[in-house]
């Protein structure tokens, strides 16, 4: 982030932001973006407020936020509860598409089941302890058991470093949860895509809320970038 410059077009902005994420997304990666943006800006106040995928959709529906930043999970969105947002397809509502990703197992590297290539989810969720982000990964009841659902990054972390379960997570949450080298992924076989976005409502960014989009869009960029060679 120390690359970035203040955009030459803005003049001392003196306004708002608000974004509703969920609390990965906001401990994560959103932090270091609002504090970069503070240091651009120090007049324009941030304020995010952490909840569901589902309660930051409804957000951005009801206008109680300029931006909703949200993971979803081979492009299905949960159901919100205003009126339906149709991804890829609503003229209301403008998606900018921060990364795309490959759901992953992470488990400890003395866990026997690190030296494998890939694996499936069901035998994952079938006979391994899991832990996981969203609920909209499971879609049988039987699995539920087995799951154990937490939007706390450092409850993940703590079962994975004892072998208590496996973290299902994309690759980058994985990098940046997990920067020992103690830690392995491994990829769920099949298409297990996790797509990150920023939604606003079209046409009524203004300048300094589109300044801090930039800002969102290069850090994820170099998020994207320093992943993709860590590979």
């Known amino acids: 982030m120390e690359n970035l410059k203040p955009f030459p077009n803005e003049k001392s902005p003196t306004d708002r932001i608000t974004i509703y994420t969920t ?3 906001a401990n994560f990666f959103l932090v270091e973006v609002v504090y970069a ?3 651009l800006y120090p007049k324009v106040e941030v304020t995010a407020y952490e909840s569901s995928s589902r ?3 409804t957000a951005i529906t009801k206008d109680k936020c300029d931006l909703s930043i949200i993971s979803v ?3 299905s969105l949960p159901k919100c509860d205003s009126s339906s947002i149709q991804l890829y397809k609503s003229p209301l509502y403008d998606y900018t598409l921060l990364s795309t990703d490959q759901l992953m197992a992470c488990v400890h590297d003395s866990n026997p089941l690190s030296h494998q290539k890939t694996i499936s989810l069901n035998t994952l969720l079938d006979k391994h302890k899991v832990t996981h982000f969203t609920s909209r990964i499971v879609e049988s ?3 539920e058991k087995q799951v154990l659902l937490s939007a706390n990054p450092n409850l993940h972390k703590k079962l994975v470093s004892h072998n208590m379960a496996i973290s299902l997570m994309p690759y980058l949450t994985y990098k940046t949860l997990f920067p020992e080298k103690d830690f ?8 297990h895509i996790v797509e990150t ?3 606003s409502k079209h046409a009524k960014l203004s300048q300094t809320h589109q300044a801090f989009l930039n800002l969102l869009i290069d850090y994820w960029k170099q998020l994207n970038s320093s ?3 860590s590979k």
């Open 197 to 199: 976005y920023a939604i």
């Open 227 to 229: 992943t993709a060679s």
């Open 23 to 25: 609390p990965m997304l």
């Open 73 to 75: 999970y081979n492009r």
């Open 141 to 143: 009841d039987s699995h």
């Open 55 to 57: 309660e930051a959709l």
């Open 37 to 39: 943006f503070n240091q």
């Open 184 to 191: 392995v992924t491994i990829p769920i076989e099949g298409s």
